[in-house]
């Protein structure tokens, strides 16, 4: 299933004061970093992931993998795709880069799936009701728009 026939599940953004090819950088480390704790690994391996480790190229480029997601689409400045599934889940997250006025930039986070079944309906009530998706979300946004404003 293609990224954009996926139904569109939240989208979360946050202003960086930074241009969107300084926060780039940024971005991918977080992406990176955050996917590839030990618990994600494990999370990835119980919940049958297509990608369950990270291999391919780095810094992140197309075909690159972290636990859970293979790089769809890496567009330096603008755009990081990562498409996943499961045995509960077909994903996609997508995080986009634009200008929003000098020295500024707005990055955008969007979440895409579809969850079939019985089993795949629990597991969205879990996870999106649980609140920890948004949490993981908001929580790398803010990683990235931090150390992108932290360079000098």
Do not use: C, K, N
């Given at each position: 299933?293609?990224?954009?026939a996926?139904?569109?599940?939240?989208?979360?953004?946050?202003?960086?004061?930074?241009?969107?090819?300084?926060?780039?950088?940024?971005?991918?480390?977080?992406?990176?970093?955050?996917?590839?704790?030990?618990?994600?690994?494990?999370?990835?391996?119980?919940?049958?992931?297509?990608?369950?480790?990270?291999?391919?190229?780095?810094?992140?480029?197309?075909?690159?993998?972290?636990?859970?997601?293979?790089?769809?689409?890496a567009?330096?400045?603008?755009?990081?795709?990562?498409?996943?599934?499961?045995?509960?889940?077909?994903?996609?997250?997508?995080?986009?880069?634009?200008?929003?006025g000098?020295?500024?930039?707005?990055?955008?986070?969007?979440?895409?799936?579809?969850?079939?079944?019985?089993?795949?309906?629990?597991?969205?009530?879990?996870?999106?009701?649980?609140?920890?998706?948004?949490?993981?979300?908001?929580?790398?946004?803010?990683?990235?728009?931090?150390?992108?404003?932290?360079?000098?």
């Amino acid at each position: 299933m293609e990224t954009d026939a996926l139904p569109h599940v939240d989208e979360h953004a946050t202003l960086i004061a930074a241009e969107p090819e300084q926060a780039w950088p940024h971005l991918v480390r977080v992406v990176e970093t955050t996917f590839s704790r030990p618990g994600t690994v494990a999370y990835a391996r119980l919940v049958s992931a297509a990608d369950p480790v990270a291999s391919g190229p780095r810094p992140l480029a197309e075909g690159s993998t972290v636990p859970g997601f293979r790089v769809a689409t890496a567009v330096p400045g603008r755009e990081l795709t990562l498409r996943g599934s499961h045995r509960f889940s077909t994903y996609a997250l997508i995080f986009r880069l634009e200008p929003a006025g000098p020295r500024r930039s707005r990055l955008r986070a969007e979440t895409r799936a579809v969850f079939p079944g019985l089993a795949g309906g629990l597991y969205r009530h879990l996870l999106l009701r649980s609140g920890g998706h948004v949490l993981g979300v908001r929580r790398m946004l803010a990683v990235v728009r931090r150390s992108a404003e932290r360079q000098p």
